[in-house]
């Protein structure tokens, strides 16, 4: 039953059961408790006794089995139709800092998205504050965001009035954060504030779709050429779903962009060309994840400065 107008909504399935404590506890931590946590359920069987070992917190369980994209529909259209004013995401193999909560409701008063820092770690290294460190232009990333994203659904909270309408998305998303935000970014111009004071702790493992380094390598390559396909694919069809034509027009020339690369790629002297000299100028090219995914005419451009 809801109890606040304020919700963490999150995931759950198996590969994350491992994390659930760490991610519980931290929420129980939180100094302010005025909030309920809506999990969409994919596949943990036992969740009855989390909801008992964490009885502080008001965990509404929704159960879903669709794809991880159709499961955070299911959440944030759940969260909608129970009318909560502002929504906190966050990821259930991840944990927070204790003001998380706090500062994201409290800065959502004057901002419509509040995106956090973020400390990403996993069994061998460990970098904190990781956005300010790696990311350039922190101030005008809505001008990166159809290029790369920092928004992830551990990191973000927004006021639930900046989502129009009922969300439906592709099944095949595998950035469904990247495509969630682009789609309320592109809608309005949103008042947007980085909260450098308040941690997301980014855990990092094979499992999970980044994996365990930024770097390129041959399979994080393919895998984010497949990435930036279907995510400005679905744009495409976003946009002219809703007459956004101008928009339509700017993802058509960026899907047209990352399919000329892949042609290119097929060359293996190329593909070894291009994976080295990302890797060792990650740091000029590095502007949010999948951002290193760069087009021809960007690799020329940087390779010819080089």
């Known amino acids: 039953m809801k109890k606040s107008t304020h919700v963490l909504l999150t995931t759950i399935f198996p590969a994350s059961e491992s994390y659930l404590d760490d991610f519980f506890i931290s929420l129980q931590n939180q100094t302010n408790a005025d ?36 499961n955070r529909e299911i959440g944030i259209n759940t969260v909608l139709e129970l009318g909560y004013k502002c929504i906190v ?14 500062r994201s409701i409290k800065s959502l ?8 820092e973020l400390t990403v770690f996993g069994e061998s290294f460990r970098i904190e504050n990781f956005l300010a460190k790696e990311i350039k232009n922190l101030d005008r990333i809505q001008e990166t965001i159809f290029d790369g994203n920092v928004f992830g659904l551990s990191n973000i909270a927004v006021r639930s009035e900046m989502i129009l309408r009922k ?4 099944k095949n998303l595998i950035a469904v954060d990247w495509f969630f935000i682009t789609t ?3 809608q309005n111009n949103y008042k947007i504030k980085f909260l450098g004071d308040v941690q997301t702790y980014y855990r990092q493992y094979n499992n999970n779709t980044i994996g365990m380094s930024l770097l390129l390598t041959d399979q994080k390559l393919e895998l984010g050429i497949k990435v930036k396909e279907i995510h400005y694919s679905a744009l495409i069809r976003y946009c002219n779903t809703y007459a956004l034509e101008s928009y339509t027009t700017l993802f058509e020339n960026k899907l047209k962009q990352i399919q000329n690369l892949k042609v290119e790629l097929k060359n293996d002297a190329f ?9 060792s100028n990650f740091k000029a090219v590095f502007t949010g994840w999948w951002s290193e995914i760069i087009n021809l005419e960007t690799y020329f451009k940087y390779e010819n400065k080089n």
Do not use: C, M, Q, W
């Open 184 to 186: 309320l970014l592109i």
């Open 35 to 70: 909030f309920d946590v809506l999990v969409i359920n994919d596949g943990i069987k036992n969740f009855e006794t989390y909801k008992a070992k964490y009885a502080s917190l008001n965990i509404i369980e929704v159960k879903a089995a669709e794809s991880p994209a159709k």
């Open 271 to 279: 593909k070894r060309r291009y994976i080295k000299f990302i890797n």
């Open 167 to 170: 969300l439906d998305f592709d």
């Open 109 to 116: 008063e004057e901002n419509d998205l509040v995106f956090n």
């Open 89 to 102: 995401f966050g990821d259930s193999d991840d944990y927070f800092s204790e003001n998380r909560i706090k």
